[in-house]
């Protein structure tokens, strides 16, 4: 199974551990009837479990090289779809169907792990949910409470679309070749409906980006490119706070009423 050549700039690390493999397809339990898209399949660690359970599953590789020998491994266990494409460019609304949101899971790259996610979030009203193999890091910032070291602009940004569970931790030993910083199995769940709602999308990112660019800074001071004192005497949150010690809906608030003006 090791015959392919784990290629550098594809980010490959390939899951062999058959417990691990069966915690996280239990994790996930798939079920039949659902539309399933795994992105990097790989060797098929995961593809073969699920494809088994569920009948149908689509996957994006980027790899070419890895595509006959999925196809053929996954020959006699149900309908392989696969996608040969860059999933940081992929069309995932072209798969969606009426009433079958997409469930997405992949051991993602960790370089590129990031991108991917905000690629995917575009896709949030099509999907149910996502599982995904990262860094540990990047889960526990992903997962990450105000106030934390962790705590920032990809905790804040993630936690506006979806509910995020950091589900458990996997060693290197787990992959071949094992890669030099130990993963975690994170589950995203997109809102149906975000509660805290920023009337204008891209001036709340905005917002959020220039605060943890200085986050050592009071956000008087980090955010004065954008915001007035005259400003902060009309906005209910504390100038003098630092930006990790504010909630989702703290920056949602400060954004919608600079909009107001």
């Not at 890091?137 to 997962?143: I, Q």
């Not at 106030?147 to 996997?170: E, K, P, W």
């Not at 409906?193 to 999308?201: G, K, T």
Request: hydrophobic letters at 40%; proline letters at 7%.
């Amino acid at each position: 199974m090791h015959a392919h050549v784990a290629r550098k700039r594809f980010g490959q690390h390939f899951l062999h551990d058959k417990q691990i493999i069966q915690r996280i397809v239990d994790m996930i339990a798939p079920q039949p009837g659902q539309h399933m898209v795994e992105i990097g399949p790989g060797q098929g660690a995961l593809t073969v479990p699920i494809l088994k359970k569920i009948g149908q599953l689509d996957v994006v590789e980027i790899d070419r090289d890895l595509i006959p020998p999925l196809k053929l491994r996954c020959a006699d266990k149900g309908n392989l779809i696969v996608h040969e494409a860059d999933a940081l460019e992929f069309d995932f609304a072209s798969l969606a169907q009426p009433g079958k949101p997409l469930r997405v899971i992949g051991n993602l790259p960790y370089n590129i792990s990031t991108p991917l996610i905000f690629h995917l979030l575009d896709y949030a009203n099509d999907i149910l949910d996502m599982h995904f193999m990262l860094q540990k890091e990047v889960v526990e910032r992903l997962a990450a409470q105000p106030g934390t070291d962790a705590y920032g602009r990809l905790s804040i940004m993630m936690q506006y679309h979806c509910h995020v569970i950091s589900l458990f931790n996997v060693s290197p030993a787990a992959f071949y070749p094992p890669p030099q910083v130990e993963s975690s199995i994170v589950r995203l769940i997109p809102y149906t409906e975000i509660s805290h709602f920023a009337r204008n999308y891209k001036h709340f990112a905005l917002l959020v980006r220039e605060a943890f660019s200085h986050r050592r800074k009071t956000l008087r001071n980090s955010l004065k490119e954008m915001i007035s004192d005259a400003d902060w005497e009309k906005i209910a949150v504390d100038p003098h706070l630092r930006p990790e010690q504010l909630r989702v809906e703290d920056y949602v608030t400060i954004s919608n009423q600079l909009q107001s003006k």
